[in-house]
């Protein structure tokens, strides 16, 4: 029996120095040290072995079943760290790999061209109002010295929601919006940027939609040399100190008298160029001292109060700023003309 068990061992430790892999060393625990195993086998039959026999054989029984544990064991020690190895180098990750750069949004251009120009009036002491763009015909035309049937309605087509409900056409209703809030207190002073909507066809130069700059000041001896004051501070600080304007007669229903103002051309400082075609200058205001006829509308004494206003394309004024030739590049959202205007 003896013999028996150390050819066992032979035999058992031979196998094991051939085994290739984990399932062949999982095959041989299992056929030497398993429950059917030889081992197994023969210590179960040590019954009938004498007393004298029984420890000698159970002894080395016992060392042959440790010296096969120790093989497999040190074996398995070695296909476990194999494994952990592999699994590590397959999980590596490349830190020196460069990595994946997120796009970052930016501010619109024609965003940005409104809050310089809020910066600039706030800095003069000016509030900056709102209105919504689905208006009353009223604080829209009405209030503003545009009765029915009013020819200069026509100057600006318009969508109409009803007989009394439009898309805006300016942003001068929230002068007479902000008048009523104001509830006869003086001084006013806003400015209201925001879209306004128009029955053009669109092109290069027009939308249906676009964005205005409304200014409103109301108070005791406002002057026409205040309106003009104002704006060429305005416009020094927008497109350069080197910058003129220049005021031409014009027609307004809500301002008397009304002009229209131009500034230097700042792509040729004047001397003429495409942009101004030749003349010098820009147009790219509207502007005038307020009507009585709205300042008593909305709740002012015209024989107290005096107020000039002003409006301006901001479009116009951001294609000037950045010579920028077509209006539509702003409502396109393509990213190639966005993103010239990140780093401004
Ligand atoms: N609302 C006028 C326009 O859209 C501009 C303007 C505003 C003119 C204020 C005078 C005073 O054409």
């Not at 196998?15 to 399932?23: G, H, K, R, W």
């Not at 000016?126 to 208006?135: C, D, I, M, R, S």
């Not at 503003?144 to 001068?172: C, G, V």
């Not at 031409?248 to 942009?275: K, L, Q, W």
Request: net charge negative; proline share 5%.
């Amino acid at each position: 029996m003896k013999e028996r068990l150390l050819a066992l061992k032979e035999e058992a430790l031979q196998e094991l120095a051939q085994v290739a892999n984990q399932q062949q060393l999982n095959d041989l625990r299992i056929k030497y040290l398993g429950k059917k195993g030889p081992l197994t086998e023969i210590l179960r039959g040590m019954g009938a072995l004498s007393a004298e026999e029984r420890p000698v054989i159970g002894q080395v029984a016992n060392e042959v079943r440790g010296a096969i544990e120790e093989v497999i064991e040190a074996k398995q020690a070695e296909y476990t760290a194999a494994e952990t190895e592999a699994r590590l180098s397959a999980e590596t990750i490349d830190v020196t790999l460069p990595g994946r750069p997120a796009a970052r949004g930016a501010v619109h251009p024609l965003n940005k061209v409104i809050q310089e120009i809020e910066d600039i009036f706030i800095g003069m002491g000016y509030t900056v109002a709102e209105g919504p763009e689905v208006e009353q015909d009223y604080y829209n035309f009405e209030a503003l010295n545009l009765p029915k049937n009013h020819p200069a309605r026509d100057m600006q087509d318009s969508f109409y929601i009803t007989e009394e409900i439009l898309m805006r056409t300016q942003t001068s209703p929230v002068q007479v919006r902000t008048m009523e809030k104001m509830n006869g207190r003086a001084p006013v002073k806003i400015i209201c940027p925001g879209k306004v909507y128009r029955r053009d066809d669109d092109d290069a130069t027009h939308s249906h939609m676009f964005t205005q700059i409304e200014g409103l000041v109301i108070d005791r001896n406002i002057r026409m040399s205040d309106l003009k004051g104002t704006l060429l501070q305005f416009v020094q600080e927008l497109f350069g100190s080197g910058t003129q304007i220049r005021l031409r007669p014009s027609f307004f229903p809500f301002t008397e008298p009304s002009v229209e103002v131009d500034v230097t051309c700042a792509m040729c400082g004047g001397s003429g160029c495409r942009v101004c075609k030749q003349t010098g200058w820009l147009e790219i205001l509207g502007a005038g001292m307020v009507h009585p006829n709205v300042l008593e509308k909305g709740g002012y004494d015209p024989q107290e109060f005096t107020g000039f206003a002003f409006g301006m394309g901001v479009e116009r004024v951001a294609m000037l700023k950045y010579d920028i030739e077509d209006i539509r590049h702003f409502y396109t959202n393509d990213l190639r003309f966005l993103k010239q205007f990140v780093h401004l």
